[in-house]
């Protein structure tokens, strides 16, 4: 059987083969009723004319590549429907900071407390960082100890992740949302 010319397709092309493009020599044909059978790809291309559809190639790793003879245009529109619901459903962590210094005000801490609640409540991580300038340095356990006092007013909603260490000029501290 003579190999049909083809028109290329870019590679970065994510969408299936479809009539003509299929390059298989046999392929596995799923009917609209249901119905399969192994032919070759001219059958299948009459087959899925006799339907007034589309040959689409949905298995093309399969031995032999597996075709179905569906609208392509709504195949591909319920494809997309899919996978927008999918990435709904998916909830990306993103990190939320939290700059304090060392003589933070009591009011201060417990209005940035809050926030730090609600972003640990909505499934955020928060990184929370004491910043030290000139004179400063000399009042880093302040600093640890309000990190300390932070994350014992959130261990309800969240858990150290990693402990206050201090780099550079700054002590930081990663509170992760718990489990429950």
């Known amino acids: 059987m003579a190999r049909r010319n083809h028109r290329r397709r870019p ?9 003509e493009e299929i390059r298989a020599d046999q392929v596995r044909v799923i009917k609209p009723d249901e119905g ?17 559809l589309d040959l ?18 709504k195949f591909m529109y ?5 996978e927008k619901e999918a990435k709904k459903k998916q909830h990306t962590i993103s990190v939320k900071e939290l700059r304090f210094r ?12 809050r926030h730090a ?5 909505g499934g955020d991580k928060v990184k929370a960082t004491v910043q030290f300038r000139g004179r400063d340095m000399l009042y ?11 994350a014992k007013e959130l261990e309800d909603v969240g858990k ?12 930081i501290m990663m509170l992760a949302p718990s489990k429950s």
Request: aromatic share 4%; glycine share 4%; net charge negative.
């Open 36 to 52: 399969h059978e192994v032919t070759t790809v001219d059958r299948a291309l009459q087959i899925a004319e006799s339907y007034q």
């Open 11 to 19: 590679q970065n092309d994510d969408r299936p083969r479809i009539n």
């Open 117 to 121: 609640r609600d972003f640990l409540e």
């Open 56 to 73: 689409v190639e949905v298995a093309p790793k399969a031995k032999p590549p597996v075709c179905k003879v569906i609208d392509f245009g």
């Open 78 to 82: 319920e494809k997309k429907k899919k």
């Open 140 to 150: 880093t356990e302040k600093g640890e100890l309000l990190l300390l006092q932070l």
């Open 102 to 113: 060392p003589n933070t005000d009591d009011h201060d801490l417990e209005f940035k407390t």
């Open 160 to 171: 150290i992740e990693s402990k206050p260490t201090m780099e550079g000029r700054r002590m």
